[in-house]
């Protein structure tokens, strides 16, 4: 037998064996790390190593991005070395690709896809570095990292079974990379918002971790290339006669002309090759439908939850602008459209494709109604389509509930998702726009194409992994419907009050500073641990079902570790409460396939689904009662009363455990195939990676530091913001920062900002500011503390903060931060406060008296007072001012100011230069009030403090610029000022010189 006619390739061309593909990809990846480090290490050392914070010898060990970023020659030698990288690692995805496909699964082929944009991203973060554009060399390196879930994850379920030894070392290395994850962030937070030396260089050893973890796992093929003996040929695949003889070996072929056997095909064999390659590409689209069914079904969840958590801050935004029982409140009532499904030719419609469809189209009318500017006019579409959105709801739930479940949950984690990334606010919302951070049409058209999906599937399809089929059988015992609802309702109220934003559970537990740090979690910083403790307890759920071990769930147990939880969460503060929050948070997602099979099993939609959500309005509206609202009828019964409410949505919830008292009732078995528990865990996984990485993306890039660091100065300004609804009714928190941003203020006290309720959306007012602008923030007393709120912002550090619950015997909870801040190394203390209504008397008067006393408390040491007083000024005993004043020991920022009423700023061993008042534009109801100050010397105090040196008044030009309010807000309602806001009253600020023997 001649050359030409041995079996395999010829031997005159190339066969090279993938192992060696693998192990080059390898060795220069190494090469390239390594070299960079070394050269960075020897030529420039200190200042690979030197940070923002610190440099030699607190921090010893350079980041990645140092290293291979910054200087000549270690970051050129990198980027030779691994453009040769490229060509190994797209062909070692290529080579995994092939060897990994399979008719039966799809998998590899993300595998592939995400391999290959993965290498594209890592060109990215290499060839642009944080230096040359640090947006861009972020975006990639997030995508990167995100994109190793499914290269990893991915990888390990792919690895053929002849080959365990890999799969067992890409578990270990995945499992070990994703865990360095948690110290990474630790260190990163301590590095850049604490400001730690030595931390960069912690941060440091887990990152170059990172780096060499992941050029390992993609090692791992070179073993497996190996154990199936796979080899590239480049050339003629030429064998015996034209016929392929059976060989141990797997070769691919690459190059080379074609074979005589291939040219000598005739055209209708390859029209037929025409028409297999049409099939398979249409089994393929047939292939992802059942994901992309997955996927649209969980976003009309998504697009439920954000209509249906719409519903209340739409309503409620007329209560507190009329301080009054509006009418609008009846709108809640929208909720009990579950009474429609008591007619039975309803509830066989909705229970069609085209019912559930056309119920869907309605309920998007909320999500459109942002384009309405009348705030009663949204109200009246969001009420309907909150109507339209329960309707196909209760009825998906009833009739399966494990399926549901899980999309349900997913679409709730989705949303709390989306508000984490978007400040806290849920970017579909009707009361959001494109200037308040909206991406109202995007969703709009994600959720109509959602719903073409669900409405054009296959009938054959339309069940994504058989998830219509219902999981109660007709042979289970039925559960009687007060047993079924009372838990649905309770449970829903609890999903909508404390885990539709991850940031709630936080605000529960915070009380403030002290030392310098903060006493708790702090929520832009810790929100995604929220994120990942539901994942992990809807994991629990999933997993639950897939074993058929749901029945562990209502074993009486888990409902005592949930109630620990919730006890824990309401008792403790700081880290102690917000674990016991985390805690409820594993346990309510656990619970899910429980309270929805329990509330199924009843088998009465009408009866089950109308009293639940008639439970969850009373446990809302008690909710709202135990804040003491002045205008709210009936508030005084629950009054400070939420331990009441926390007891009563536990009892109602403990109706769907395994009491003995209520018989051995069956949870029921799912039903559902793997390729659901599978889908579920890896957008679980998307939901808790992403919203890490959110975090990390909104971090600081830069130190907090005031506006004016070098002429101790400081411009400080109180404003009523009214609960972060401008007078359209839509979210105020980007005009608020603008005004700040403009003003320059250095410490802001923002009042009427606790907005951790339904009421309000479950929103954190200061996200967007503290996230663009960088301040340190105090949030003020919690929800569970029932006040108005008050926030603290400042440029300056925060040594030490005390909460107040200022005495109110009669009206509404008067809230209080008392802060110590570092400011040029000068303690100085600053009050924000938010006293009681005209209609209170004593307790504005016992308010005054607390509030002087801890001004006086803290002399010698400078005090600036910014507050809600509700006075005249000079007004005398028991009027707050006197008290204010005198028993504090302190001055009005401007005494000849007599058209004031409610916000003041005071002031001690501080020289004020200017005052200016701010028109509240449609912001607000309030305006904001600014007064700026210049610190004594360090450790000399203000020389003269008489009333004529501090009234020395000045014109601005003849002070230095850099005491000047800006000079745009020069204006009034018909012209001049920025965006509606211009200084009023005086038309101009106001400015004062400073005594001749001052030393500042």
């Keep these: 037998m001649s050359s030409k006619e041995k079996d395999g390739p010829n031997t005159g061309h190339l066969i090279l064996k993938a192992s ?3 192990r080059a990809h390898t060795i220069l990846a190494y090469t390239a790390f390594i070299s960079a480090l070394t050269l960075g290490l020897l030529l420039h050392y200190k200042n690979i190593v030197k940070n923002g914070v610190a440099g030699y010898p607190e921090e010893w060990f350079p980041s990645v991005s140092a290293t291979i970023g910054d200087w000549y020659p270690e970051r050129n030698v990198f980027q030779i070395l691994i453009a040769l990288t490229s060509g190994p690692r797209l062909m070692l995805v290529s080579l995994l690709y092939y060897l990994q496909r399979s008719q039966e699964s799809s998998l590899p082929a993300i595998v592939f896809v995400s391999g290959i944009i993965r290498t594209l991203s890592c060109g990215g973060w290499v060839y642009i570095t944080s230096s040359d554009d640090h947006d861009v060399h972020d975006v990639f390196m997030i995508s990167y990292i995100v994109l190793n879930l499914p290269w990893m994850i991915g990888g390990i379920y792919s690895t053929s079974k002849r080959c365990p030894s890999v799969r067992k070392k890409r578990s270990i290395i995945a499992s070990t990379f994703f865990l360095s994850i948690v110290p990474l962030v630790y260190f990163f937070v301590q590095h850049k918002v604490h400001r730690i030396p030595g931390a960069y260089t912690q941060y440091s050893f887990f990152e170059w971790g990172l780096i060499f973890l992941d050029v390992l796992y993609d090692a791992c093929a070179e073993e497996e290339f190996r154990i199936n003996d796979l080899h590239v040929a480049i050339g003629d695949l030429k064998s015996v006669n034209g016929i392929a003889t059976p060989t141990q070996v797997k070769y691919i072929h690459i190059g080379g002309s074609p074979s005589r056997q291939d040219r000598s095909i005739s055209p209708k064999i390859r029209s037929h090759s025409v028409q297999d390659s049409r099939t398979l590409l249409t089994n393929m689209l047939s292939c992802y439908r059942p994901y992309v069914s997955f996927t649209s079904d969980i976003y009309l969840s998504y697009i ?15 209560s507190v602008w009329e301080l009054a029982i509006a009418g609008s409140e009846l709108a809640l009532f929208s909720t009990l459209s579950p009474i429609w499904l008591s007619i039975p030719p309803v509830l066989n419609w909705v229970r069609t494709r085209s019912g559930q469809a056309t119920m869907h189209l309605l309920s998007f009318i909320g999500v459109g109604a942002y384009i309405l500017q009348s705030p009663l006019h949204r109200l009246f579409l969001v009420a309907f389509a909150t109507s339209a959105a329960m309707i196909p709801q209760v009825v998906t739930w009833a009739d399966n509930p494990a399926y549901q479940s899980i999309i349900t949950a997913l679409g709730l984690m989705l949303s ?15 009361f959001i726009d494109e200037r308040s951070g909206g991406y109202n049409k995007e969703g709009l058209l994600l959720a109509i194409l959602a719903l073409y999906e669900f409405f054009t599937r296959p009938d054959e399809g339309a069940r994504p992994f058989d998830s219509e089929k219902n999981d109660c059988p007709e042979s289970e015992p039925t559960t009687h419907w007060i047993l079924g609802a009372l838990p649905l309702g309770s449970f829903i109220f609890i999903l909508h009050s404390l885990l539709a934003d991850p940031s709630t559970l936080i605000a529960w537990s915070w009380t403030g500073y002290e030392n310098g740090r903060p006493r708790g979690p702090l929520p832009h910083l810790h929100g995604s641990l929220t994120l990942l403790c539901q994942s992990f307890g809807l994991l629990i759920a999933i997993q639950a079902m897939k074993s058929s071990k749901v029945h562990l769930l209502a074993n009486p147990l888990w409902f005592a570790f949930g109630s620990a939880s919730s006890y824990a969460m309401y008792t403790y503060r700081n880290w102690p409460g917000y674990l016991g929050g985390l805690g409820l948070s594993i346990f309510i997602m656990g619970s899910f396939p429980l309270v929805l099979h329990n509330a199924s099993s009843t088998r009465a939609v009408f009866k089950t689904s109308f009293t639940a959500m008639l439970v969850y309005c009373f446990l809302a509206l008690a909710n709202v009662w135990t804040v003491a609202y002045a205008f709210v009828p009936g508030g005084v019964y629950l009054r400070e009363r939420t331990d009441l409410v926390t007891i009563a949505q536990m009892a109602c919830l403990a109706l769907a455990f395994r009491w003995p008292a209520l018989g051995n009732r069956s949870v029921g078995a799912s039903s559902l195939s793997s390729t659901v528990f599978s889908c579920a865990r890896t957008i679980l996984t998307l939901i808790s990676v992403l919203g890490v990485l959110a975090t990390l993306y909104r971090l600081p890039t830069t130190p907090v530091q005031p506006f004016r660091p070098g002429h101790r100065m400081l411009r400080a300004g109180i404003w009523t913001i009214h609960f972060g609804i401008d007078n359209e009714g839509r979210d105020s928190q980007r005009r608020v920062m603008n005004l700040i941003r403009d003003m320059e203020l250095d ?22 500011i503290i996230e663009e602008m960088g301040y340190n923030v105090d949030l003020g007393p919690g929800p569970n503390s029932h006040t108005w709120g008050a926030v603290l912002l400042s440029k300056f550090p925060i040594i030490n903060s005390t909460h107040h619950l200022l005495p109110s015997p009669h009206g509404e909870l008067a809230p209080a931060i008392e802060a110590v801040l570092d400011m040029y190394g000068t303690a100085v ?24 006393r801890i001004m006086s408390t803290a002399y010698p040491r400078p005090v600036v007072f910014l507050g809600y007083v509700v006075t005249r000024p000079h007004a005398l005993r028991p009027n707050p001012y006197e008290i204010l004043v005198k028993d504090g020991n302190v001055h009005d920022v401007d005494q000849d100011d007599d058209d004031r009423w409610c916000e003041y700023i005071l002031y001690r061993g501080l020289y004020r230069t200017a005052y200016a008042r701010v028109s509240r534009s449609t912001v607000t109801d309030t305006e904001l009030q600014v007064a700026q100050f210049v610190l004594p010397r360090h450790g000399v105090g203000v020389t003269n403090d008489t009333e004529a040196a501090r009234y020395l008044r000045s014109r601005k ?10 000079m745009s807000y020069y204006g009034n309602q018909r012209w001049g000022g920025v965006n509606g806001h211009f200084y009023h009253v005086f038309n101009t600020p106001l400015y004062y010189a400073i005594s001749d023997d001052a030393e500042i």
């Design 20 to 22: 060696t593909v693998a």
């Design 957 to 966: 030009e003849e002070l230095p610029p850099e005491h000047w309010f800006p």
């Design 829 to 852: 203390t600053v009050v924000v406060s938010h006293n009681g209504q005209e209609e209170d008397p004593l307790d504005r008067e016992l308010q005054s008296r607390e509030l002087a």
């Design 416 to 430: 709390s998702l989306s508000k984490h990334v978007n400040h806290s606010n849920n970017p579909v919302w009707p």
């Design 747 to 768: 410490v802001v006290g923002l009042l009427e900002t606790d907005l951790h309720r339904n009421v309000y959306g479950n929103r954190d007012l200061t996200r967007v």
């Design 304 to 318: 439920f939850w954000s209509v249906f958590t719409s519903l209340i801050p739409t309503l409620f935004y007329f």
